[in-house]
C-alpha cells in the first residue's frame, strides 16, 4: 500500500503558493580531489546514494475526490538526469556570484508530477573549488521516511569508495480505483479523517495546522510564558515576493569558544554556551543593521526570534549534535548597547527554557510528534515550527545545527563550508541557518529580495557583532 502523506505535509503543499515555496536547501562547498570532480562524478554518486533514502524516487499522487490525503507512488519514469544539473560561475566566481545563484535557484518552483528536489553542480569557484546545491520541498524532508539528499552525500570516508548496488525498481503505480480503496479502509480505520479531508479549502488547512499546533502545546505555553504580546514592530515581517537574496557568511568556531571562556564567568549565575554566543552575534547584527537603516534604536528594543537549538548535557559544547532538541521563543535585546550584556540577558532567558524540570522547553517529544526528527533535517524542522506559529509571535526564524568536527567528503572531494539555506514563510522576510562544522560556523542568510535589498549589511554584521563580543570587556552584575 502507498504511504499517505501526513496531514502536516499535506498543508505545506496546499498552503504553499509562488511567493513562499517551502523548499529547504543546503550550500556545500568542496576542494577539488586530485583525480578531479565533474558532473559525471556526481551523478555516479547520487545514483549510489540515493538507496539510502527512497522518497527521492517516489512522487506525490493526489486520491481522486480529495477523499484523502495525498500518497507517495514510485515515479515509474524516474530520470535521475532531470534533477541533477549542471552550472558554472565565469572564473574565477565569487562567493557573491555564488550568493546571486542560489537566490535564483531557490525559489523556483519544484515539477510536483516528479519527485520534488533538484541538486546543482556549481563549477568555476574561486581556488580551484566547487559547489554543489540541494534543493528539497518539506513534504520530502520529514525527518522520518526522509532527510535532505545533501546529508548522504557526504561521509567521513576519504577513498570515497562505496560500493552500494543500484537494484530498485519502481512499484506499479497504483489505479485511481486503488487509491479510493485505500482512501476508505483509511476511512473505516479512521472516519474523522473524512470529516476533515471533505471540507477542502484554506478553512480546512488551517483548522488543520491549528490542530497540528495543539499538539505542540508546549510552543503556545512557552509564548504565553514569555509575554503576552505580539512580536515587535520589525522591518523583518513584510509581505515576501517571488524574488530572494542569499548571503553567506564563514566565521570561526574557536572565537565563540573564547567569547563563551571569558564572557560567560564572573559574578553571572547563568551558564553561557555557545548557542548563546551565536545569538548574541546575531542580536549584535541586528542593532547595528537597524541603525544603519535609520530605524529607531531605545535600551527596550527587541526582535524576537524563534530558536530551535540541540541541547547537550555536560558542558554545553556544540561539538556535535545534540542529544535532545528544544524550541525557544527569545527576545533579543538589540537595544541594549553593551555587547556583554546582550550575551548575559540571552543566556539567562535561554536557560529559563531549556534548563531541566523548568517546563518551559519543547521536548524532543513533542517536536517528533510534529513531524518526526533526525539531526540534520533540523533546518528544516525549524522552518516548519516557524510556518506553524503565527508571524505575529516572532519576526525571524533562526536554526542552529551543530554538524561533525571532522572533514566529510563527497566522492574524495573534502568539504570546506556548509550553509544553510531556510524557506520563508507569509509576511516573514528573513530566515537565519547557521551549521558549524570542521571547525567553522557557517551562516545562510535567506531574505525578500525587495524588503531586505540591505542583506549584504546583515551579514557584514555578524562579523562586526562576533569581534565586538571577543573584544567586550566582561560585564558587572547589575
Not at 149 to 172: C, E, F, H, K, Y
Not at 269 to 291: K, M, P, Q
Amino acid at each position: 500500500m502507498a504511504d499517505r502523506l501526513s496531514t502536516l505535509d499535506t498543508s505545506f503543499l496546499r498552503l504553499e503558493d509562488a511567493a513562499t515555496p517551502m523548499h529547504v536547501g543546503s550550500v556545500l562547498v568542496f576542494d577539488v580531489p586530485e583525480g578531479g570532480f565533474d558532473y559525471e562524478n556526481l551523478v555516479s554518486l547520487i545514483s549510489e546514494r540515493i538507496a539510502y533514502v527512497p522518497r527521492y524516487r517516489q512522487r506525490i499522487k493526489e486520491v481522486p475526490v480529495g477523499l484523502a490525503n495525498p500518497v507517495w507512488v514510485d515515479d515509474t519514469a524516474f530520470d535521475l538526469s532531470y534533477h541533477v544539473r549542471r552550472s558554472a560561475l565565469p572564473r574565477p566566481g565569487s562567493d557573491e556570484q555564488l550568493e546571486e545563484l542560489v537566490a535564483r535557484i531557490l525559489p523556483r518552483p519544484l515539477d510536483r508530477s516528479r519527485p520534488l528536489w533538484e541538486i546543482y553542480l556549481v563549477e568555476g569557484l574561486a581556488d580551484g573549488r566547487f559547489a554543489i546545491i540541494t534543493k528539497s520541498h518539506h513534504s520530502l524532508v520529514d525527518g522520518v521516511h526522509g532527510v535532505d539528499i545533501g546529508n548522504v552525500l557526504v561521509d567521513g570516508n576519504q577513498s570515497g569508495v562505496d560500493g552500494v548496488q543500484a537494484t530498485w525498481r519502481p512499484r506499479p503505480e497504483p489505479t485511481s480505483a486503488e487509491l479510493l480503496v485505500g482512501a476508505l479502509a483509511d476511512v473505516v480505520r479512521t472516519p474523522s479523517q473524512l470529516v476533515d479531508t471533505v471540507r477542502g479549502g484554506i478553512d480546512d488547512v488551517t483548522k488543520t495546522v491549528g490542530r497540528v499546533a495543539s499538539v505542540a502545546g508546549d510552543v503556545v505555553s512557552v509564548l504565553a510564558r514569555l509575554s503576552a504580546r505580539p512580536a515587535p514592530t520589525s522591518p523583518l515581517n513584510a509581505s515576501v515576493g517571488r524574488a530572494r537574496r542569499y548571503v553567506m557568511v564563514g566565521t570561526d568556531l574557536d572565537d565563540y569558544r573564547a567569547v563563551r571562556s571569558r564572557l560567560g564567568q564572573g559574578s553571572f549565575a547563568e551558564e553561557v554556551t555557545i548557542n548563546d554566543v551565536v545569538l548574541a552575534t546575531v542580536a549584535g547584527a541586528f542593532r547595528s543593521w537597524l541603525l544603519t537603516r535609520g530605524e529607531p534604536v531605545y535600551p527596550g528594543t527587541t526582535v524576537r526570534a524563534l530558536v530551535p537549538v540541540s541541547v547537550r548535557p555536560g558542558d554545553g559544547e556544540d561539538d556535535a549534535p545534540g542529544a535532545e532538541i528544544v524550541a525557544c521563543f527569545v527576545d533579543l535585546p538589540v537595544g541594549e548597547p553593551k555587547p556583554s550584556m546582550r550575551l548575559h540577558q540571552i543566556a539567562f532567558s535561554m536557560r529559563q527554557q531549556t534548563e531541566a524540570g523548568g517546563r518551559r522547553a519543547v521536548s524532543a517529544e513533542a517536536l517528533t510528534g510534529i513531524s518526526g526528527f533526525a539531526p540534520p533535517t533540523m533546518h528544516a524542522l525549524g522552518a516548519r515550527l516557524g510556518g506553524m506559529v503565527s508571524r505575529r509571535m516572532h519576526n525571524v526564524v533562526i536554526t542552529n545545527v551543530p554538524g561533525p568536527q571532522t572533514p566529510r567528503y563527497a566522492d574524495g572531494a573534502q568539504m570546506v563550508a556548509t550553509y544553510p539555506v531556510t524557506p520563508l514563510g507569509a509576511g516573514q522576510a528573513l530566515s537565519i541557518g547557521l551549521t558549524s562544522y570542521d571547525g567553522g560556523v557557517y551562516y545562510g542568510l535567506y531574505a525578500d529580495r525587495d524588503a531586505l535589498p540591505d542583506a549584504d549589511v546583515l551579514g557584514r554584521g555578524l562579523v562586526d557583532a562576533l569581534q565586538e563580543l571577543l573584544d567586550a570587556p566582561r560585564a558587572r552584575a547589575r
